[in-house]
């Protein structure tokens, strides 16, 4: 049985946070430029001119891409024949800690949601999933909150149908408009039990950005990418655009993740993530 | 041509300021967010002496990341602006004439705007790290225990700035997605 000591986990979770938090996903990059070369208006083209120029700095100079260095999100995918010796979730939250210190990285997590207080860095939202064989995959998402703020979950009726669930999608975006930094990576989940729609939703923001011009051959297309295609062309059309202030550019691209559901139920649960959307994984 | 002002705002400079204008800021600017702006509306209600004078003041809706060695400052974007129109009034009412942010504001900011002439910036959102570069010094001057809400007292050089609301009340979202901000404003009042 393939053995993992805790020490190796908080080192591992120390570099991707420091990773994720200085440099941008190449994906999230080029969805990025190619919206770039799309956009019109002009104060939008300067605006995307601006955010790329931002990756180029965070990245050479080792500096946090945003300041809201975000609440640390780490999805952990254990496979099954691994031991993992010592406290995994210590070791996690202790790399946190390590990881935001050593890359000067915002404390902006308090104790207690109601009395406020002195911010930290820890503890991060940890979710496991035990899968087969004897990897360990490990993934750091920092999450800043002037998105995760418009965050909305809405249990449909089960015979409510496409449109309907397209027209909430579009009113979330609307919704989030400026505040949420556009332009937007949107992620869906659709179908489980509520709080499964919202872990579906958060795990869509990991799955590698596709853009329209980009998408697989029909042959290994998903179910769900005609949806993606046709609300991120929606989307698109707002208005919205980088800060809020106009152009084509108000999406990079749509995620969606399904789950089964109940007879009774469709819950869906849409979450933003501005044009910083930062993680980063490894693999043992 | 690009507008450059000051970071004590002057009537003069303040009505040289239309919606829409790319500005540039030189001088000093100060930090707050939302915990920061809660006590400073504590101690302007309760008429006691403010730790930082805000008379034709510019605040900025930033929480840094701490300053790695060698640098004056972290990453040092703006944060949604929003969250701070419940007590925007009343820093206005004190003296304060600029504010720096993300995103839209409400009908009562806009309103005291208006009436106490001041103006309402963007900056650039999500370029924290292309920020710090106009960033010359940077110092923690009052509620050091709040951290990153702490209020830092900025030194900055050619900052950039984008005119959102006017001292007329102008304001730059009315004209772009109009449908988008009436759905979000029903929403918050």
């Not at chain 2, 963007?122 to 940077?138: D, I, Q, R």
């Amino acid at each position: 049985m393939k053995k993992i000591l805790a020490p190796e986990i908080t080192k591992i979770v120390a570099d991707l946070c420091i990773q994720a938090n200085t440099v941008l996903r190449t994906d999230v990059l080029d969805a990025l430029k190619t919206a770039l070369r799309k956009e019109k208006n002009k104060r939008s083209y300067g605006i995307l001119e601006k955010i790329i120029q931002n990756a180029r700095i965070a990245k050479k100079e080792k500096l946090a891409i945003c300041q809201d260095t975000g609440m640390a999100c780490v999805f952990l995918q254990v496979g099954q024949e691994i031991k993992i010796a010592g406290d995994l979730k210590k070791a996690i939250n202790k790399g946190i800690e390590i990881g935001y210190r050593k890359g000067f990285l915002r404390d902006s997590i308090i104790k207690n949601p109601l009395l406020r207080g002195k911010p930290a860095y820890q503890p991060a939202i940890i979710h496991i999933d035990i899968v087969k064989g004897d990897k360990l995959k490990i993934t750091v998402l920092p999450k800043g909150f002037g998105c995760e703020n418009k965050t909305q979950l809405k249990m449909f009726m089960p015979t409510a149908g496409i449109e309907k669930i397209k027209n909430f999608i579009i009113e979330v975006i609307k919704k989030a408009g400026a505040d949420a930094c556009p332009p937007f990576v949107v992620g869906v989940g659709i179908g489980g039990t509520a709080d499964c729609a919202c872990l579906l939703a958060k795990k869509a923001l990991l799955r590698k950005l596709t853009t329209n011009d980009q998408r697989p051959t029909t042959n290994n297309q998903r179910p769900t990418t005609s949806l993606e295609q046709g609300l991120l062309r929606d989307i698109n059309k707002l208005n919205i655009g980088p800060m809020g202030l106009g152009g084509k550019t108000t999406a990079l691209a749509v995620n969606i993740e399904t789950y089964p559901t109940h007879i009774a139920g469709l819950p869906v649960c849409v979450t933003i993530s501005c044009h910083a959307l930062r993680s980063a994984s490894k693999t043992l | 041509m690009t507008k450059i002002i000051s970071g004590l705002l002057d009537k003069a400079q303040l009505q040289n300021l239309n919606v829409g204008d790319e500005v540039f800021v030189n001088g000093i600017i100060y930090t707050a967010r939302d915990q920061a702006h809660k006590r400073l509306v504590e101690v302007i209600k309760n008429r006691k002496k403010l730790p930082v004078n805000l008379k034709d003041r510019i605040i900025y809706y930033c929480g840094p990341t701490p300053a790695p060695k060698g640098k004056v400052i972290g990453s040092c974007g703006p944060t949604t602006s929003s969250r701070m129109d419940e007590c925007a009034p009343f820093l206005l009412e004190a003296g304060l004439k600029g504010m720096i942010g993300k995103g839209i504001r409400s009908q009562e900011v806009i309103s005291a705007i208006k009436k106490y002439e001041a103006v309402y910036f963007l900056t650039y959102a999500g370029c924290g790290a292309l920020l710090s570069k106009c960033v010359k010094k940077a110092k923690v001057i009052a509620y050091k225990d709040l951290g990153p809400e702490a209020i830092y007292e900025l030194e900055v050089r050619n900052f950039p700035l984008i005119v959102a609301i006017d001292l007329e009340g102008k304001n730059i979202y009315d004209r772009l997605n109009k449908e988008a901000i009436d759905i979000y404003l029903n929403k918050i009042h």
